[in-house]
């Protein structure tokens, strides 16, 4: 049943944070990359082809290009692929900057609803459109 | 129950479609305003206020704005604001450039899915997600 | 296929508004037995057992019972029975007045949006649970 | 917006239903290919390639296939074709003999019924999983 | 990503269990504040403004306000206001006493359900209407 | 709140996979019994009468029967029961063989959505059809 993790790329520049979300995606069974910045998240995603599952991105990145950016460029590459948006200041962009088919979390969270939202995407995408 | 028909902004720049649109939203009940660029609707939708309760909008559009781009304009004023998207060749965008809780018609489509897409959302809109 | 229309009970105290609808649910294919009372409408629904598929009620009635409570009473005999509240003033109450599953109409609405939400419910009680 | 009215494929053996579906389908801006049993309908729906746009089929049929197994037949070639069966007797089966994400139109059922069915599927399929 | 965690409103008068709903809550990164009577929680909520996330309750309690009033009466200040019900012998009154968009469980239920339930209810709120 | 674990029933003929999948439940707060083919976890459904709330099953089996066939036994006895299929080589087969409001998880997954898909379908199952 479970022969390699799923492995979900994320995009977040603090590092604390980075800790805890590796952590938490660990306990739930899937594997990371976890990059600084969008472009170096494209970078990774354009090179490993269909191996990433999942996007978890903050919205607000240090880099040229945000959250939302980077989430359109993947669906434009993949339209199917599951997106989740980390928020703090910046939910109430979520009906305008983010793409159909997507979750946004806002700040403070609990690790359960990023695992939560992974698996729901994940679990629609394999079939269930409900 | 019905002291005035919802008001429905289409976007559309052929004129025999515009007819066509404009005729079966009335069957159905709703009023329309219909215009020929994302520039004039956007004018309109900023200067009615709460009076529109939808749009329809072809994404590729004469004027300098794209479909994509109005809807975006328009769920940054109001994240609630339903919306429908038509398209021929650009379907496959939606993934990317769509916004959430949002209908993709694809070209050529039924009046009565329009008429279907426009009522699921404002049903949704007024309660019901689901 | 049609063998017989299905049958909608509906609640509504405005002579000129029982016109409109009953006009919509017949061109729509529906048969329906309008009442001016919600406690009219209980006394027909008790009478009647399985034969009504839906109920569209106005919130606001003229009797002792609102159209929430009638509502209410119809789900504890029926606890699938689709649900199609109409309201002016009291949109805002569905969230806590309401059934689950229901849909809300927000006045004024079009026609077609009462169609569509009854066969929505009607598909949704049929099987299909999205 | 409308060049060409989108194709739904009919299954259905009783001659005065058939005619009571083709003008409700056709009111509602569809065409319609009706046939009578089910090893028809996989030959046109074979030859046609992608111009069906959704299937509509009663579940008993005259011929050796039920609506199930067309069903079927159907998805394995083209798993997001939208499939709405109408059954009288055979509703308690869907739970186990459907394909995920299909509607069941109970009879009797209204025409509004259908062209709502239909419409959900489709817009469904251009886009919104909801 | 997790500044604070999620404070949420749980009922629950029976001292065992509410041992296990804190430790569950707790381990999937959530804060409760675990009242024995909805008096209790109502008072609680109106004083606390904005900081709860979401309500868990059971339906049976021992004051005067059953789980169905304790909701209703926290929908009627917040109409997006997650709602989790949780229930032995009542399950089947959810359907005419329940709020819209709000999750029973039935006992026994398994710690995942309710971290689930939350989570399905929270990333809805903050966004998809799914 | 937790009287007992509720019971789900797993159809997985590797043994290595089995330990897994009784490891994830259990701590999860269920219950499994594990079958190694579909005619045990036939047998078993069909003697324990109400006492399982779900069913996981691979869909290629060592036995006579497929978990698409064995899903569709369990959904003609009881029509709302939760299916979750497990699926390497034989995803694409869930949209013409899996039953409605299912959910495929095509392998390699993690833990957590199988977690996630039982406890969405159970919290669905008691009340909320979303």
Redesign the interface.
């Known amino acids: 049943?479970?022969?390699?993790?799923?492995l979900i790329l994320v995009i977040?520049d603090?590092y604390p944070?980075q800790g805890?979300?590796e952590e938490t995606l660990a306990e739930?069974?899937?594997a990371s990359d976890i990059l600084s910045s969008g472009e170096e998240a494209l970078t990774i995603f354009r090179r490993n082809g269909k191996h990433h599952r999942a996007l978890v991105t903050?919205v607000n990145l240090k880099g040229r290009l945000s959250g939302w950016e980077v989430?359109?460029?993947?669906?434009?590459k993949d339209?199917?692929f599951p997106i989740v948006y980390?928020s703090g200041a910046a939910?109430?962009?979520?009906?305008?900057?983010?793409?159909?088919?997507?979750?946004?979390?806002?700040?403070?969270?609990?690790?359960?609803?990023l695992?939560?939202?992974?698996?729901?995407l994940?679990?629609?995408g394999?079939?269930?459109?409900?």
Chains 1, 2, 3, 4, 5, 6 share one sequence.
């Open positions: 049943m479970l022969d390699a993790a799923p977040e603090e944070i805890i979300v739930a069974g899937f903050d989430a359109r460029a993947i669906r434009s339209p199917d980390v939910a109430d962009q979520w009906a305008s900057q983010g793409v159909p088919n997507s979750i946004l979390l806002e700040k403070p969270f609990a690790p359960a609803q695992v939560t939202a992974i698996s729901q994940l679990n629609l394999s079939g269930q459109h409900t």
